[in-house]
């Protein structure tokens, strides 16, 4: 499956978008979002599955459905080791199901509370999907390792950026320009695998 010609962003996350209008920028394509298409086509669907990539084709078939065009979904945690892996799939509801990414944020600290820095371990886990309009889909996954601060640092970035340090670095995702954060992150190593399976052989940003 080559790389359409036309996409619909299938979120109406602002900063979602911005981030994969970044990592996408080789893709060559024309990108359909809520600014530019008819809004009620890019329709909010209950994350009813399990797992990421469940979530992410939901969220893509939909889109891809309602608007007539392939679309591309991705959904993505961060999965604490010594929460046993959660809030993964959950993340976005960690604190409840319309929480803000602060209310996410002081709510997993306080799960943490008096875990040593040598158990903060954890990672960030994206699937990414391209599905067509008649539910045909390709996807891909990236992880990114990392650590937990105890406090904040940063005011880039959104969700739990603020907290999680990418193995290998010292600063916080947050605190990251958005250079640095796309080539090391979850979501960006699994939107360029997702372009290298559409598409094997072209050269990409890495």
Request: charge should be negative.
């Given at each position: 499956?080559?790389?359409?010609?036309?996409?619909?962003?299938?979120?109406?996350?602002e900063?979602?978008?911005?981030e994969i209008?970044?990592?996408?920028a080789?893709?060559g394509?024309t990108?359909?979002?809520?600014?530019?298409?008819?809004?009620?086509?890019?329709?909010?669907v209950?994350?009813t599955?399990?797992d990421?990539?469940?979530?992410?084709?939901?969220?893509?078939?939909?889109?891809?459905?309602g608007i007539?065009?392939?679309?591309?979904?991705?959904?993505?945690?961060?999965?604490?080791?010594?929460?046993?892996?959660?809030?993964?799939?959950?993340?976005?509801?960690?604190a409840?199901?319309?929480?803000?990414?602060?209310q996410?944020?002081a709510?997993?600290?306080?799960?943490?509370?008096?875990?040593?820095?040598?158990?903060?371990?954890?990672?960030?886990?994206?699937v990414?999907?391209?599905?067509?309009?008649?539910?045909?889909?390709?996807?891909?996954?990236?992880?990114?390792e990392?650590?937990l601060?105890?406090?904040?640092?940063?005011e880039?970035g959104?969700?739990?950026?603020?907290?999680f340090?990418?193995?290998g670095?010292e600063?916080a995702?947050?605190e990251?320009t958005?250079?640095?954060?796309?080539?090391?992150?979850?979501?960006?190593?699994?939107?360029?695998?997702?372009?290298?399976?559409?598409?094997?052989?072209?050269?990409?940003?890495?």
């Amino acid at each position: 499956m080559p790389v359409p010609p036309t996409i619909a962003l299938a979120t109406r996350n602002e900063h979602k978008i911005r981030e994969i209008e970044r990592i996408c920028a080789d893709w060559g394509a024309t990108w359909l979002t809520v600014r530019n298409a008819d809004p009620a086509s890019f329709r909010e669907v209950d994350e009813t599955e399990d797992d990421y990539l469940g979530n992410a084709l939901l969220k893509a078939r939909a889109v891809a459905a309602g608007i007539g065009e392939p679309a591309l979904a991705d959904d993505s945690g961060i999965e604490v080791d010594a929460l046993g892996g959660k809030p993964g799939p959950l993340s976005a509801r960690f604190a409840g199901g319309r929480a803000s990414d602060a209310q996410n944020l002081a709510a997993l600290l306080g799960a943490l509370k008096g875990v040593p820095a040598g158990g903060r371990t954890a990672r960030y886990r994206c699937v990414a999907v391209l599905a067509m309009p008649d539910g045909e889909a390709t996807y891909a996954e990236g992880v990114c390792e990392g650590t937990l601060l105890t406090k904040p640092r940063g005011e880039r970035g959104f969700g739990y950026d603020p907290i999680f340090v990418p193995a290998g670095w010292e600063s916080a995702m947050a605190e990251l320009t958005d250079e640095q954060k796309d080539r090391i992150s979850h979501r960006g190593r699994a939107f360029r695998a997702l372009r290298d399976l559409l598409e094997p052989g072209l050269p990409t940003s890495r």
